[in-house]
């Protein structure tokens, strides 16, 4: 990658993760915090106060990925910056549950995941752009394990409403990084207008919308369980679970570059994705597995099975919107991505709310069954892609 690629690359990277890092932030402690606020004792107004910020941004990848195509990526990124910002500002301030959950509707409606992600691939050759995107599936999977890590201990010091201001005044910097450190885009050479209804009805893009709807839901609906399995068999409280996701998360970002690597150079990435997703199908069936009969397991296993997940995750990550952004029309790269975000961000809402659901009233097994069920299901709908051509040679 040449040097204004890994600067375009990285700098997008850390303002998708800002993204991620408003979500995640609070996970670890709003449930327990909510108490505390007027309106806190109804568990339905918490989980939507947590999952609102997800259904919101659906609504918005599709406008903001379309903006992005015909105005610009850096505007349509700083719009939605803002009002990141504004909306954590709003719920920093707030003194009961529906103010704080009006923030985090404000917070999710800067949808800009599509833009950015379209931005990398503007600023990216088509032979590295799998490696940048791989910085962006990266980013998550640290920010999530950060997050677990930092909330509790930044709670204590500086409260719910400090981590709300922190995450508005971290956007407002980023608006700094997108106008002085991201590179500007590519001149792009006149093309064609796509029908929006070409972009829906492309197969192959089909084929990978349901892909992150089914990774995304599955990521979720898993840390509903995930958490209390760890406290319950490994004997880890709440405030050591970064001791697992931190390293799992570190190592398992270097594990998934070789195949990454390697798919890319041989014309083998079908093969990769595919893999991956098998993958994500045995660590579902383990976990299910692990849940239920957990007595005539070690703990150590639902590590093992923690790492194989990231694993997975890390590829898919990365794999998916660099393929998206291959396969779409040069003029609806933003709108294609846009939807494709929009699928990703229905996933985590769905997870949390069924995850949530099958837990209580099924049981932790029932929400790796469905994990499963989903997987196998994209198993088969991905097993019919087009081959992926080896990076340099055109599709």
């Known amino acids: 990658m040449s040097p204004t690629e890994i600067r375009a690359s990285a700098s997008l990277a850390s303002i998708f993760a800002l993204r991620m890092l408003g979500m995640f932030l609070i996970l670890p402690v709003f449930a327990v915090h909510a108490k505390s606020l007027p309106g806190g004792e109804n568990a ?16 918005g990848q599709i406008p903001f990925g379309a903006a992005s195509d015909k105005y610009g990526r850096k505007p349509v990124i700083i719009i ?15 003194t009961d ?3 704080v959950t009006i923030g985090r509707a404000v917070q999710g409606a800067g949808a800009i995941s599509a833009a950015v992600t379209a931005f990398i691939a503007d600023t990216t050759r088509e032979e590295h752009r799998t490696k940048a995107m791989a910085m962006v599936g990266g980013s998550i999977g640290l920010t999530f394990a950060v997050s677990l890590v930092a909330a509790p201990l930044m709670y204590r010091l500086i409260g719910m409403g400090g981590l709300f201001a922190l995450t508005g005044i971290l956007s407002t910097l980023a608006i700094l990084v997108v106008i002085y450190i991201v590179p500007p885009a590519p001149p792009k050479a006149p093309i064609r207008n796509v029908p929006f209804s070409q ?14 709807f089914a990774l995304h839901l599955t990521q979720m609906a898993m840390f509903v369980a995930v958490p209390s399995a760890l406290v319950q068999y490994a ?11 931190l390293p799992v998360v570190l190592v398992s970002f270097a594990v998934m570059m070789p195949p990454l690597l390697v798919g890319e150079k041989r014309g083998m990435m079908k093969q990769v994705f595919v893999g991956a997703i098998g993958l994500m199908l045995l660590v579902q069936l ?7 009969r957990p007595e005539s397991l070690h703990w150590s296993v639902l590590v093992a099975l923690l790492f194989a997940f990231f694993i997975s995750f890390n590829i898919l990550e990365a794999c998916q919107p660099s393929l998206v952004s291959r396969i779409a029309p040069p003029a609806a790269k933003g709108s294609a991505l846009g939807v494709y975000n929009t699928l990703q ?7 949390g709310v069924i995850g949530g659901w ?12 469905l994990g499963a069920a989903l997987t196998v299901a994209w198993i088969i709908i991905a097993a019919n892609m087009k081959k992926v051509p080896r990076r340099g040679v055109p599709a």
């Open 44 to 59: 339905f107004l918490v989980g939507l106060a947590m999952g609102i910020y997800g259904l919101t941004q659906s609504f």
């Open 80 to 94: 939605g910056l803002v009002l990141f910002a504004l909306g954590s500002f709003i719920a920093a301030l707030a």
């Open 97 to 99: 549950l529906v103010w």
């Open 199 to 212: 972009v829906l009805g492309n197969r192959e893009l089909m084929r990978l919308n349901f892909g992150v």
């Open 235 to 245: 004997g880890l409280p709440l405030a050591s679970h970064w001791q697992v996701y």
């Open 286 to 292: 383990g976990l299910w597995g692990f849940l239920s």
């Open 345 to 351: 961000a229905l996933g985590l809402f769905c997870g």
């Open 358 to 369: 099958l837990q209580q009233h099924l049981g932790p097994p029932s929400v790796f069954a």
